[in-house]
C-alpha cells in the first residue's frame, strides 16, 4: 500500500478511527430505533440519562479506566460498547494493512453499517431501512469505484439476487407455515450486503449464515431468548403467558447472523475466494 505517512502512522490512525466509529455505532444502535436525534444532544448515561464528560467518553480507554461503569451514578456500561470500540479498531487496522485505501474504507463502511444492524435486530427484531436502502446504493458505487475486486456488474447481480433469494425463502416458508419466517428487513439487508459484496458474497452469507444461525438460533431458543424479545416500543413482543415455547416458533433475529457472515466475507474476500476456486 502507498500512502504519504509512514505505514505505522497511518495503522495507529486506522485504529484509533475505528474506536471511534464504535462509539458511534453504538450510540446510533440506541437511538434509531427509538426515534431520537442522532445528532443531538451529545452522548449522555443511559440509566442517569447525564451527559458524559468528554474525558470519560474516550473510545476503549474510558471504559477500561473506568471498569465498565458510569463516572457519575455507577451503573455499569453495557460490554457491547467496549465490544463494538475495541472490534471495529481492530477492522479498520486489519482493513488497513491488508486492502488498498479505497477499498478498504469501502469495507470498513459496510462492517460499521453490519454492526449496528446487528445490534438493533437483535434487540428490537427489525432492521432499519433507513441503514439498508441508502446503504445498497452506497453499495452500488463503491463496488463500482473502489472495490475492484467486486465491480458494478457482480455488484448488481448480488442487488438483485441477494433481495430476490431471500425474499423467495420467505415466502415459501410463509406459505408451507402459514405464518412469516423472513422478514423483509433481512431481504433489504442482504440487497446491501449484495451491493458491497456482489453475488458470491450475497451466497457467502446466505450460506454461512444460516449454518451459524441454526447453530445459535436452536441455542436461543433453548435459552428462552425468543419469549423476551422486546417489541417496536421496548414491551415484550410475545405475552409470557401466550408464549409458544415450541423451537420452530421461536422467533430469532436473523440479521446478527448474516451481518456476521457478511461481515466474515467482507474481511476475509481475496482468502475465500481463492480457496473456494481451489476446490
Not at 484509533?16 to 442522532?38: E, H, K, Q, T
Request: charged residues 10%; hydrophobic residues 50%.
Amino acid at each position: 500500500m502507498t500512502l504519504d505517512m509512514p505505514t505505522g502512522i497511518g495503522g495507529a490512525f486506522a485504529f484509533v478511527l475505528g474506536a471511534c466509529v464504535g462509539s458511534f455505532v453504538c450510540m446510533v444502535a440506541y437511538r434509531l430505533p427509538r426515534d431520537l436525534s442522532i445528532i443531538t444532544p451529545r452522548s449522555y448515561c443511559e440509566s442517569c440519562e447525564r451527559a458524559i464528560p468528554w474525558w470519560a467518553n474516550i473510545p476503549i480507554l474510558a471504559y477500561l479506566g473506568l471498569r465498565g461503569r458510569c463516572v457519575m451514578c455507577g451503573a455499569p456500561i453495557p460490554f457491547r460498547h467496549f465490544l463494538a470500540e475495541f472490534g471495529l479498531a481492530l477492522i479498520a487496522l486489519y482493513l488497513y494493512f491488508a486492502f488498498p485505501l479505497p477499498d478498504a474504507i469501502a469495507r470498513f463502511v459496510l462492517c460499521a453499517a453490519l454492526w449496528i444492524v446487528a445490534i438493533i435486530d437483535y434487540d428490537w427484531r427489525l432492521i432499519p431501512n433507513i441503514i439498508t436502502w441508502p446503504g445498497t446504493l452506497v453499495g452500488f458505487i463503491a463496488a463500482s469505484t473502489m472495490m475492484p475486486d467486486v465491480g458494478w456488474k457482480s455488484s448488481l447481480i448480488g442487488i438483485l439476487v441477494g433481495g430476490g433469494v431471500l425474499w423467495s425463502t420467505g415466502y415459501f416458508y410463509q406459505l408451507v407455515r402459514g405464518r412469516e419466517g423472513v422478514g423483509l428487513g433481512d431481504v433489504w439487508l442482504l440487497g446491501m450486503v449484495g451491493g458491497f459484496l456482489g453475488w458470491p458474497g450475497v451466497f457467502f452469507t446466505m450460506f454461512f449464515g444460516s449454518v451459524i444461525g441454526s447453530i445459535g438460533g436452536i441455542a436461543f431458543a433453548l435459552t428462552g431468548g425468543g419469549s423476551s424479545a422486546p417489541g417496536p416500543l421496548g414491551d415484550p413482543a410475545t405475552d409470557p403467558e401466550e408464549a409458544d415455547v415450541s423451537i420452530l416458533k421461536t422467533e430469532v433475529p436473523f440479521g446478527p447472523y448474516l451481518a456476521l457472515a457478511a461481515g466474515v466475507f467482507a474481511l476475509f474476500q481475496p482468502e475465500l475466494a481463492r480457496w473456494y476456486l481451489s476446490r
